[in-house]
């Protein structure tokens, strides 16, 4: 885009205008099959186009195995007839791909991964970078007319599968939130690569690697295309938004969420998070450092909304896409983004000369917290030289300390 942005990265932050309304498109059209068409680079082999397909255990259910075992299989053997052998994207690039490779691992950030929390399959044909820009518009058109055929043919078995998975989604509770891949299991596939070798860089005068166009081989490599979910979770009810985020609203809005607003100031029980740990990427990814390894508390608490706050009813379409974007601990939840980090940021504190009067009537009053302060001494011999430490562990105990700081904004209401 115009501000130097990935457009196949922006399918959850929704940056770039053109994702905006491409989303918009998509969620309009609710199409069963979505094409990405792609230029590759990485490895050099002789296959003209690759083709990378919705992981099929994330996008689950009928579709997915639809999509795996019937309508890709099709595809390949289509364009085949037509001269082109195709092979899954060649993700790999730290070493040559003659030994094999895992399947794109496709987060909900990239298009097919986010057309996998609407049950749409979807694939992103890439062609090689190296090959003659006539081979590659012949190539992406032949594809494209498999893919019009094939939809075709298989029509009626494609919109069954899908519409059963829908179905379903109302009565489904556990959600995966990450994967990884499973490399106990894997498919054969044959590949045409070029030999690989090192020789002597004119640049630098150490070893580099090359493909020798000369030596080309044909071998059967493992392709490690199933995954397995590593963390789920359960669907609540709904969740709660409070008004004032609105960068998240607008893009729930954009994805045709549908949500409702309170009517009155109300007092409601729901669980609530803590943001515990996190890592944060030390340069930034399209404009954001992403948070990562999230880990909470949850609680269960009674807050105090207001009329105006956001109910988000997990009794709609978009009920996977729900769960995986305000999940904190989701790889590519809003939080993730960077969209609460205002939540990180302490913003009261105390001044020690006047706290120190009110941290000692709390202490006379609150024998639990009087013990809890107690045992801390006793087993952290620096903390227990520390007053100013004391009188932040005593803070953040108390009932001044900021209700907001590292508590999540988004509840759920079970």
Known sequence: SAENLDLNRDFIKLDAKETRSLVQLFRRLDPEIFIDNHVSDGADYQHVVTLLATQHNKLGGGIGKCMNQTFVPL??????????????????????????????????RFSSGYAAMWQTMAFVPETHMLKPYKQRVEATYALMRSFIKMAGQNADAIQDARMKDRDSLWKKNLFALNWKADTSRYTMIPFKGYTAGYKKSEVSGQQRLYYDREKPFTKEVPFYNYFVATQKMTAPKAYIIKQGWNDVIDRLKWNDIAVQ???????????AYYIDKYETV?????KHYLHRNVQVQKTTEKIQLLKGDYIVPLDQLGKRYLIETLEPTAPDAFFAWNFFDAVLQEKEYFSDYVFEETAARLLRNDA???????????????????????????????????????????????
Do not use: C
């Open 368 to 414: 639990t917290l009087r013990q809890l302060l107690e045992e801390k001494q006793r087993t952290d011999t620096a903390f227990a030289k520390d007053g100013e430490a004391q009188l932040e562990f005593i803070y953040k105990h108390s009932p001044y300390a900021e209700p907001e700081y590292m508590r999540y904004p988004v509840f759920r209401l079970e």
């Open 75 to 108: 595809i390949y053997a289509d364009m085949k007839k037509k001269g082109y052998d195709m092979v899954p994207y060649v993700n790999d690039f730290s070493s040559t791909p003659d030994h094999g490779w895992t399947e794109f691992y496709d987060l909900p």
């Open 282 to 286: 030390p340069h930034p990814y399209e």
């Open 261 to 271: 607003r309170l009517e009155h100031d109300s007092i409601m029980e729901v669980s």
